[in-house]
């Protein structure tokens, strides 16, 4: 048993009185009065008082789990860190959390690990331990581990670049009903990366993805239908999806619809709604928005 200073975020001996680094107090140690549960009892009164955003009794009911070693609260209680529910934010607390529940083995503890590597959160960054705690996670089937598994061959991020192996991981996470991974299939064949080009798949996955709302899906099926890329071209419904990704706040969405407002693809021609949009396009970085923003004023 260990505790972590919430000064420091040092991980001491559950013997020690004071902070090993910081000589900061131990805290003392929640106690539920009247009544004695189970950690795994424990840990589902956590869940549904963060699903009902009482989140200081979800981080202490975490906390009551996680002291007891029980995997799934360790790695909720590095969330509630991670992300300053029910307590300060703080980002080393929640690595050594997730840190706690990948050595036991729990698939979200793992991939969070992962994570933490990848993007150098609570450690420095090193894409090597990022694919390692990742192909754990994935290997116990986790989904999100899966995409960013594949993110990784995709990339060549601790791992030999390998467009296949990244299309077997996406295609894996999209069968698993991830919005993000679906896109990314849809990619890989819109592109013939690591399979087959086909521009009817290609569009399969990207209405997969779309229906769960996925930006960069629906902007892509916008493109398919005006292209004419695994469908009839339609300006009106290229137009209706740039529309609906750009109401989103998706960038190059935004710029999409501008230059179909700008042409009158889709719609009569409209000078002033086309510059609105190509502003809030280059608000967003869209370097195409910044120059027709230029062109046009």
């Known amino acids: 048993m260990s505790w972590v200073c919430p000064m420091c975020s040092t991980s001491n001996e559950d013997s020690s009185e004071n902070c090993m680094v910081c000589d900061a107090p131990k805290p003392e140690k929640m106690t539920?009065?009247?009544?004695?549960?189970?950690?795994?009892?424990?840990?589902?009164?956590?869940?549904?008082?963060?699903?009902?955003?009482?989140?200081?009794?979800?981080?202490?009911?975490?906390?009551?789990?996680?002291?007891a070693e029980y995997p799934p609260a360790e790695n909720e209680l590095g969330r509630c860190y991670y992300l300053g529910k029910g307590t300060d934010k703080n980002i080393p607390a929640a690595f050594y959390w997730f840190s706690k529940a990948a050595e036991h083995d729990d698939p979200a503890g793992l991939y969070n690990l992962g994570c933490c590597y990848y993007y150098g959160n609570g450690t420095p960054k090193n894409y090597t331990s990022a694919v390692r705690y990742l192909q754990q996670a994935s290997d116990k089937g986790h989904t999100a581990a899966?995409?960013?598994?594949?993110?990784?061959?995709?990339?060549?991020?601790?791992?030999?670049?390998?467009?296949?192996?990244?299309?077997?991981?996406?295609?894996?996470?999209?069968?698993?009903?991830?919005?993000?991974?679906m896109y990314n299939t849809g990619y890989c064949y819109e592109t013939g990366k690591g399979t087959s080009k086909s521009h009817a798949m290609a569009f399969r996955y990207y209405n997969l993805s779309a229906n769960k709302?996925?930006?960069?899906?629906?902007?892509?099926?916008?493109?398919?239908?005006?292209?004419?890329?695994?469908?009839?071209?339609?300006?009106?419904?290229?137009?209706?999806?740039?529309?609906?990704?750009?109401?989103?706040?998706?960038?190059p969405a935004m710029y999409n619809l501008?230059?179909?407002?700008?042409?009158?693809?889709?719609?009569?021609?409209?000078?002033?709604?086309?510059?609105?949009?190509?502003?809030?396009?280059?608000?967003g970085g869209n370097e195409s928005a910044k120059k027709a923003v230029k062109r046009l004023s």
Do not use: H
């Open 32 to 67: 539920v009065e009247g009544r004695s549960l189970l950690p795994e009892d424990e840990y589902k009164i956590g869940l549904l008082s963060f699903q009902s955003d009482d989140f200081v009794s979800a981080f202490n009911s975490f906390t009551y789990a996680a002291d």
């Open 146 to 181: 899966k995409l960013e598994l594949g993110n990784c061959y995709f990339y060549g991020r601790g791992v030999t670049e390998n467009p296949t192996t990244a299309f077997r991981y996406f295609k894996e996470a999209a069968d698993k009903g991830s919005p993000a991974a």
């Open 213 to 251: 709302n996925y930006s960069s899906a629906i902007n892509a099926i916008g493109n398919c239908y005006f292209f004419g890329r695994g469908t009839d071209k339609n300006p009106d419904k290229a137009m209706s999806f740039y529309r609906k990704a750009a109401e989103r706040g998706f960038a």
């Open 258 to 283: 501008g230059f179909c407002l700008e042409k009158g693809i889709g719609s009569l021609p409209n000078i002033t709604a086309a510059k609105s949009w190509y502003k809030r396009a280059a608000d």
